[in-house]
Every structure is written in structure tokens, then in C-alpha cells.
Nanobody
């Protein structure tokens, strides 16, 4: 129904920065929530940050101040700016979008994920 494509992952040294982008396409209608989650090997998927259509944001407590999420409703994109990266930030970062399609059905879509590796 809704496809999400992430970009911007890669390898960075501790203290560096990365900028992740996610673009939604397909049978989009109203995307109510759009954001990022991450999962390290052997661990659960955790919230990074989300944003509503009005621009309000929600961050994981441990990441607030280092990470910033921004959303462009017209372009159906969301960006995650990651600063002061630490080795423990290493994970697969996945974009998520939840909303209602043009036909009135709800959706909860995930991107394929992009690898972020922070070396010490």
C-alpha cells in the first residue's frame, strides 16, 4: 500500500554525524505518524523518534538532544539528523509510517532499513 525507502546510512567514526532520509510513495492518503526505529543484533526494535502531521515530535529519552527529526508533509518525507554518534548507536534504522490510504484503509508500513555503523 505504502512503500518507504531509506537512504543515508553508512559507516562513521564516533563523534561524527549522519543524516537519514525516508520517502513514502504508493497508495498514500494521510500519513498520521512518520518516524524512525532501530534494531541492533539480538535486541528489540526501539523507538528513535516520530513526528505527527502538525510537526510535533517524540524522541527516545536517551537520544533527545543528539538526534533531530523533521518532516515535510507535502513531500511525504522525514529526515533524521544524527549527531555525536556513539558505537552503541550502531543498528539497522528503519522508517515507519502509519495512517490511512486513499481508499480509507489503515496501514502500518516499514522500510527495508539502512545500516548505521559507528566505529570507536
Amino acid at each position: 500500500q505504502v512503500q518507504l525507502v531509506e537512504s543515508g546510512g553508512g559507516l562513521v567514526q564516533a563523534g561524527g554525524s549522519l543524516r537519514l532520509s525516508c520517502s513514502a510513495s504508493g497508495n498514500t492518503g494521510t500519513i498520521n505518524v512518520m518516524g524512525w526505529y532501530r534494531q541492533a543484533p539480538g535486541k528489540q526494535r526501539d523507538l528513535v523518534a516520530t513526528s505527527l502531521r502538525d510537526g510535533s515530535t517524540n524522541y527516545a529519552d536517551s537520544l533527545k538532544g543528539r538526534f533531530t527529526i523533521s518532516r515535510d508533509n507535502a513531500k511525504n518525507t522525514v529526515v533524521l539528523q544524527m549527531n555525536s554518534l556513539k558505537p552503541e548507536d550502531t543498528a539497522v534504522y528503519s522508517c515507519n509510517a502509519r495512517g490511512v490510504t486513499w481508499l480509507g484503509t489503515s496501514f502500518n508500513s516499514w522500510g527495508r532499513g539502512t545500516q548505521v555503523t559507528v566505529s570507536s
